[in-house]
């Protein structure tokens, strides 16, 4: 039998983080734990008692009504800003990332995989910004703005 113990520093950054995010990897990538096992870490993480009261105390804290935008314009920015590649790995390696990945189908030819349209949700964010704050003032819009650009001018090469 376990005996609780004090939590860490970095276990009460996952807490904080996963119960912002509510995804397990990201929140032990935020909190500091390796990148190779944040995985592992995180579902060893919360598969401890007093980790899942924690995330329960931090959810409790935070309204519940500011989680979710915040949980919504996450899920978006990891959208637009992660690569690719992160649906397919080498035999052997860490599981592969499949946040991105729509749509997956297996047929006579081999398999196919279908990305989330990031220009769609890129779309989503902007709204979400200009929403949110006067135009031109918030860090994030800058940010799409330049984004927004940078595909622009992209499309014209």
Known sequence: MRLETPLTAKERLFCGAYARLLLPREAALEAGYPGKK????????LCREEI???????????????????IVKNGLLRLIFSSAQGGVTAEGADLPDLFGVSEIKSGKNGVEVKFADRLRALELLW???????????????????????ALEAHGKD
């Open 52 to 70: 899942r009261q924690a995330v329960g105390e931090e959810i409790r804290r935070a309204p519940h009504k500011d989680l979710l935008p915040e």
């Open 127 to 149: 709204e979400i910004a200009k929403e949110e704050t006067p135009a031109g003032e918030s860090p994030i819009y800058q940010a799409l703005l330049m984004s927004a650009k």
């Open 38 to 45: 944040a995985a592992a870490i995180a579902g060893e993480l």
